[in-house]
């Protein structure tokens, strides 16, 4: 048996940073992401009875170290699941244009729950497949989903997971700059472990939230472009706040992620409705509306020598691709 799905990454506009429970990747809040719709992952899981083991390649490199035991817990937990011993090749591979600092574990983790859990006979629905989808990675949760969507933080394994905002007239884009490739010096687990347990903005962070996540429904629900936009970008000044607060301080921010921002609010003095957002790296990400995205794309590449750019806009739920 062999299943390949599909998924696309997302980027929150109100932010998960903190978790309540590792053990179940529950969240300490509530998140909203747009579903973007560049740089899918792909993947296929075929079950190898006999196998001793898990197999997992990515763009046909075997995996190793902590991506392979991460990929291999999870399927661990499909097996659980499914009652089954047998081992499985996991082949992954990502469209994502080299260096788009678009995080990938959010996609990942979400196809390979969808055609994990096909493989081993399981028939989820969307919810549980998007509670399955976090236990590999938080993000994943809303990346099962398209266009806008909502991770309720939940009190327990059951009752955390995400579902698809109410349709709304907003429209939206996003624009990834990426000024600065290459790996972060924290990863975002390590870094929002350290946020939590040091930070003491952190308790801050866990009490605003909910306040802003309804601010934002709400603007999504009107299609107020001004209120998503502010809203996104506070909500991530403020997570970069509370990572400052860490112990060691977690900073994931250069000189360059200061230009991008002060050109962001360059590009609202001049009339062009722009608001940035960040996630855990340097990049800059610009939301704005989908006329102006071209407008955004020509201010960066004017302003930065070696920006690399990619216009986004919401993108579609994980599905399955095919099955042998
Ligand atoms: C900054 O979902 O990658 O992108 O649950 O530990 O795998 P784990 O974390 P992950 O964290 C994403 C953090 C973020 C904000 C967000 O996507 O909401």
Redesign the pocket.
Known sequence: MSITAVAYP???LI???G?RDETF?LPATG?L?MTLDVAPTRTTVTLAPGADDDVATWRGEAMSGDDLTRVRSFLDLVRELAGSRVRAVVETANEIPTGAGL?S??SGFAALAAAASGAYGLDLTERDLSRLARRG????ARSVFGALVQWHAGRDDASSYAEPLPASALELALVVAVLSPGRKPVG??EA?RRTAATSPFFPAWVASVPTELEAMRRAIADADFGAVGELAEANALR?HATMLGAVPPVRYWNADTVAALDLVAQLRTDGLSAYATM??GPNVKVLCRPQDAGAVAERFTAAFEDVNLLIAGPGPGVRIEGTR
């Open positions: 997302n980027i929150a932010k998960y940073w978790k990747n998140s992401s995080a574990s959010a990675s938080g993000s994943a975002s687990r929002m997570m996630d855990a």
